[in-house]
């Protein structure tokens, strides 16, 4: 131990190692000392949603639910679906058109491929609308178009995870489910200081959850912690002082509850390249194909293109669907999927005969009638500013 010498005081510095240990010790002091106080209950944070409880097009009002009218499973499970990795503001409007269009789970079954795909089309991630097509022929065929009532029955379903299994079971059928998304992660790892980095708290997380899980209301309750999270207990500047549980919240005690989960670094995401072929006739029509029905932006349209690699070299005009004068347009067209980053060079051209070209000759004023993914539709943009308008006239 070395000492410091000031002008008045001699004071002790400790060794860097035993000023660590301190440090760790004194942090563990203080939140076994918060451990101590009184636990959250479900109770004080249904009160809350009774008062403040978001207005969503898929749900029960907590005041409706106590009235006794109860949730859709259909639009429950339409709308879990719509919305994972999805924000609230871009799937409201999804889901609107999808209940005009088809308002039963057999109306949906009974949909074409191309019609629920096109209808899905700019809402991202696409292998969701062929797993919800396929659950919805299954539970009108198999289950008489009523939605199985428990976890585990869920969970049989195509399509249908753990997490969105929970929150069906519990939202549409009141089932004491603990239902876990980033919100709900968020709000159980600050109320309870869980410092371990994620995905590995998440079993740690959701064990806590349970706990919590009221016999009564666990349908309000999953989504009273999401409107939590949504709303006061924010990634960054956290709302605490306005939070039902902020006297009960480990984390708000310690001061470290913006710190809260811990998530791993983020890796970079490598750019992938490649050519997008936009040919026109002169009957005003352009050619469109469909990809395969496996994979990234599977069973949707497109503009026809190269593979996407990490070569720069190879957006070039050897993967044309035909010979013709290609021309190759200004700039690039820029997208990111949630791997990787996409740059594509997109080469123009017309032709007079369409000869055997494989695709379909698609009227330029009818692509918003067409599954063009959010990337295919930046394309359009780029080869044709004036057909690309009709997507915002749809919308």
Not at 71 to 99: C, H, N
Not at 125 to 140: D, E, F, G, I, T
Not at 161 to 190: H, K, L, Q
Not at 272 to 280: E, I, N
């Amino acid at each position: 131990m070395t000492l410091a010498i000031t002008n008045a005081w001699v004071i002790p510095t400790l060794p860097r190692t035993l000023a660590q240990k301190s440090g760790s010790c004194m942090a563990t002091t203080l939140k076994a000392k918060a451990n101590s106080e009184p636990e959250p209950t479900a109770g004080q944070l249904l009160d809350w949603y009774d008062r403040h409880a978001r207005d969503l097009p898929w749900r029960i009002s907590p005041k409706a639910h106590k009235s006794g009218t109860e949730a859709d499973p259909y639009r429950v499970w339409l709308s879990e679906i719509m919305l994972q990795q999805t924000t609230v503001k871009t799937v409201g409007p999804y889901f609107t058109k999808f209940v005009a269009l088809w308002p039963t789970v057999t109306d949906l079954a009974a949909a074409t491929s191309q019609e629920v795909m096109s209808a899905w089309a700019g809402l991202g991630y696409y292998s969701r609308a062929r797993n919800l097509h396929a659950c919805a022929k299954v539970v009108a065929e198999e289950f008489d178009g009523a939605f199985p009532r428990t976890e585990d029955g869920l969970l049989e379903l195509p399509g249908i995870g753990p997490y969105t299994a929970a929150a069906v079971a519990a939202i549409a059928f009141d089932e004491p489910a603990a239902v876990m998304d980033g919100n709900v992660e968020r709000v159980v790892s600050r109320l309870f200081a869980i410092d371990t980095p994620l995905p590995a708290a998440k079993p740690e997380i959701k064990d806590r959850l349970a706990t919590l899980v009221p016999e009564k209301r666990p349908g309000d309750f999953a989504q009273a912690t999401m409107d939590l999270g949504a709303t006061l207990c924010s990634p960054k500047k956290p709302a605490c002082s306005l939070c039902p549980w902020a006297d009960e919240c480990l984390a708000n005690k310690l001061g470290i509850a913006e710190t809260l989960p811990v998530k791993p670094p983020k890796k970079a995401k490598p750019t992938r390249y490649g050519a997008a072929f936009w040919l026109t006739d002169s009957k005003g029509h352009v050619l469109l194909r469909t990809r395969p029905p496996k994979g990234l932006l599977g069973g949707m349209d497109e503009v026809p293109g190269s593979e996407w690699t990490e070569d720069s070299g190879c957006a070039d005009e050897t993967s044309a669907p035909t010979r013709a004068n290609w021309q190759q347009l200004p700039g690039t067209v820029t997208h990111v999927f949630t791997h990787f980053a996409l740059e594509l060079t997109v080469y123009a051209a017309k032709t007079r005969a369409r000869g055997n070209t494989l695709g379909d000759w698609v009227p330029l004023d009818s692509l918003s009638e067409r599954a063009l993914p959010t990337v295919m539709r930046k394309v359009v943009a780029h080869a044709d500013p004036e057909a690309a308008k009709q997507f915002k006239q749809k919308a």
